[in-house]
């Protein structure tokens, strides 16, 4: 069993930055990738980024390459998101995930545990 909260949304204007953290609890977070998603209103959760379970590979979507940083601290079982440069159309719920692998990957479906979300506002 693994538990997933997140924290650090809030409302920032365009090109300001944001530090989401996904705490979990569980013994077997060292021993899993780990992913953020996000839903906006109206559209399908999709893909922000993933990182191995021993943080050594990353891997982001296109609309966010080079703006969003993501990273993991085992010993305190915590994933991060660094966002900076905001755009009003990161404006989403944002979620993290525990896959049932140790390597990234971009699929829903390899992911069994999800946090409630944070939700993120981007104002122009």
């Known amino acids: 069993q693994v538990q997933l909260v997140e924290s650090g949304g809030g409302l920032v204007q365009a090109g300001g930055s944001l530090r989401l953290s996904c705490a979990a609890s569980?013994?077997?977070?060292?021993?899993?990738?780990m992913g953020w998603f996000r839903q906006a209103p109206g559209k399908e959760r999709e893909f922000v980024g993933g990182?191995?379970?021993?943080?050594?590979?990353?891997d982001y979507a296109e609309f966010v390459k080079g703006r969003f940083t993501i990273s993991r601290d085992n010993a305190k079982n915590t994933l991060y998101l660094q966002m900076n440069s905001l755009k009003p159309e990161d404006t989403a719920v944002y979620h993290c995930?525990?896959?049932?692998?140790?390597?990234?990957?971009?699929?829903?479906?390899?992911?069994?545990?999800w946090g409630q979300g944070t939700q993120v506002t981007v104002s122009s």
């Open positions: 990182i191995s379970r021993s943080g050594l590979a990353t």
């Open positions: 569980g013994r077997t977070f060292s021993s899993r990738a």
């Open positions: 995930a525990a896959a049932m692998t140790g390597a990234w990957t971009r699929n829903l479906y390899e992911y069994d545990y």
